[in-house]
């Protein structure tokens, strides 16, 4: 993805509608920090509006290597973030239990985390398709997902206070099969699990075209759904519920 986005034309959009998002939930809520740690914003949206507005900005990119950022272990302390946004990043690692009580500890008391990533329902027609493709053998070919709901328990289990969990989907329509899985892979998006199966044979590979063909519609192209999961939270003492 990082020699990928080194084009002038490569496709930024799911990283740009996440990055909006967030911006404007961040405004929204008028809370305005002083010290904000900024995870997966490679295109630095982010980072750039928050330091706009004198807030110190810590950026942290693990999609490209950065290797100060270990999202499955706890942050330096003391940490005391007023703000979190994690960007495309908490959909891929392995245990996300753990990485959503890592930022929630790394908040400093009133602090408020948002985090963006693809959710359960993305990627729908490509995953028809690959199950096409591979026939009668299915491989992996994309990594699980989180819906909406498993999204309120996990944040609930971290310790976040007042949480909020929803979700929007992106249409994006496409003339090519190779056009399609070129966007998903400049964006990141492809398959990061550490079994991926097979390669696509010759076979398959046309198969998969022949799926695409099929599912053309009237101007020629073939729509995908991406769906964008948020998560936002606050660190503030949970109060027992009243009956």
């Not at 990283?15 to 929204?28: K, N, P, T, Y």
């Not at 992996?140 to 949480?163: E, T």
Request: charged residues 25%.
């Amino acid at each position: 993805m990082a020699h990928l986005q080194m084009a002038p034309d490569a496709p930024r959009y799911i990283h740009g509608d996440m990055a909006e998002d967030v911006l404007e939930r961040l405004s929204f809520l008028r809370h305005e920090p002083r010290r904000a740690l900024v995870i997966g914003d490679w295109t630095h949206a982010i980072g750039a509006a928050l330091e706009a507005t004198g807030v110190t900005v810590d950026r942290r990119d693990p999609a490209l290597g950065d290797r100060l950022v270990d999202e499955e272990a706890p942050y330096p302390a003391p940490a005391g973030y007023d703000f979190i946004a994690s960007i495309g990043t908490l959909d891929t690692v392995n245990d996300l239990p753990g990485a959503l009580v890592h930022l929630r500890r790394a908040l400093a008391d009133g602090g408020l985390m948002i985090a963006c990533f693809l959710g359960a329902g993305s990627l729908p027609t490509l995953r028809s398709m690959m199950l096409e493709a591979d026939d009668d053998r299915p491989s992996p070919r994309i990594h699980p997902q989180v819906d909406v709901r498993a999204g309120g328990q996990l944040l609930q289990r971290a310790g976040f206070a007042d949480p909020v969990i929803d979700s929007h989907h992106i249409d994006v329509r496409f003339r090519s099969f190779a056009g399609m899985i070129a966007d998903i892979r400049a964006q990141g998006l492809s398959n990061s699990l550490a079994r991926p199966g097979t390669p696509l044979g010759k076979a398959a590979l046309a198969r998969a075209q022949a799926a695409f063909d099929a599912r053309r519609d009237a101007d020629g192209k073939v729509t995908e759904r991406f769906e964008i999961l948020t998560l936002s939270g606050w660190a503030k003492t949970l109060r027992p519920p009243k009956f």
